[in-house]
């Protein structure tokens, strides 16, 4: 089966292949938040009792919808393994605009990144009602006020996060981070790079109530759980990617709400 890497691009790896979905036959199209692994579909192997990890599918009959997917495909294939490095990943793929496609009496908006967060922020902004958000990682300052100023409008809102990204700033431990794989550790480097407005090196409360997203939710008071909620020490299986506005309008996304992934 001929199959390529995020290092066909020339590159070491980018990292960012965070993909999620299947084109079949032209016209069918499985996006989902889970990865194809035993934990993310079906349950750990090592726990009989496991159900897997919380995430979510969805299978849309769609032509119009399945050539777009399959664009974004080509886009990464480029001419596939053992030809030229002109795989596309990362900030290396095209700007594509927003596009809108029917599927029965059903408007489906597609993006593919870079920039999704535009819409997601866009979205927010014009809740009348209610918001629903379910996201493994939230660490984005905009969407994190966005949620914040329909809160004071009246809107009720709920957000469930996933424990090991549920904690604001000042609230981690350092001295456990030492310990933690080079990706988490990357992963707090960019969010100290986020959060320190003036570059200083010195993360100040006046930064934090800006620019930490989770702490910008939970001074606000928005009603937010982790998967601790469950009575266990975090289940560490939080990790769906949707947002439900009005009762009406679902977003559904491979992406976390944060830099590396919008």
């Known amino acids: 089966i001929p199959w390529i890497d995020d290092t066909a691009d020339g590159s070491k790896g980018s990292g960012l ?4 979905f299947m084109v079949i036959d032209s016209k069918l199209v499985i996006i989902s938040s889970a990865n194809f692994t035993p934990s993310d579909t079906f349950g750990d192997v090592n726990n009989l009792h496991s159900l897997g990890n919380a995430n979510n599918l969805v299978k849309i009959e769609s032509p119009e ?3 777009l997917f399959t664009q974004e495909f080509n886009i990464m294939w480029g001419d596939g393994p053992g030809g030229k490095l002109d795989s596309k990943f990362g900030l290396q793929k095209p700007q594509r605009p927003w596009q809108k496609i029917t599927a029965g009496n059903t408007q489906i908006t597609v993006k ?6 535009t819409q997601i922020i866009h979205s927010i902004l014009q809740a009348q009602s209610t918001i629903d958000v379910a996201v ?3 660490r984005l300052p905009k969407i994190a006020q966005a949620l914040i100023e329909k ?3 009246g809107v009720q809102i709920r957000l469930i996060l996933e424990n090991q990204y549920s904690l604001p700033w000042q609230d981690i431990n350092f001295r456990v981070v030492e310990n933690l794989p080079l990706r988490q550790k990357n992963k707090l480097q960019t969010l100290r790079s986020l959060i320190d407005i003036n570059k200083d090196g ?9 620019r930490d997203a989770i702490a910008m939710i939970q001074n606000s008071q928005i009603p937010w759980i982790d998967d601790t909620a469950d009575g266990s020490k975090g289940s560490g299986l939080m990790h769906h990617k949707f947002m439900v506005i009005d009762s009406k309008l679902v977003i559904i996304s491979s992406a976390n709400f944060t830099p590396s992934d919008t």
Do not use: V
Not at 112 to 117: D, G, T, V
Not at 202 to 210: C, D, F, L, M, P
């Open 17 to 20: 292949m965070h993909h999620k």
């Open 112 to 117: 593919f990144s870079p920039l999704s967060r």
């Open 202 to 210: 010195e993360i100040t409360s006046e930064e934090i109530k800006q």
């Open 136 to 138: 493994q990682e939230l």
């Open 151 to 153: 809160q004071r409008a």
């Open 65 to 67: 919808l399945a050539n």
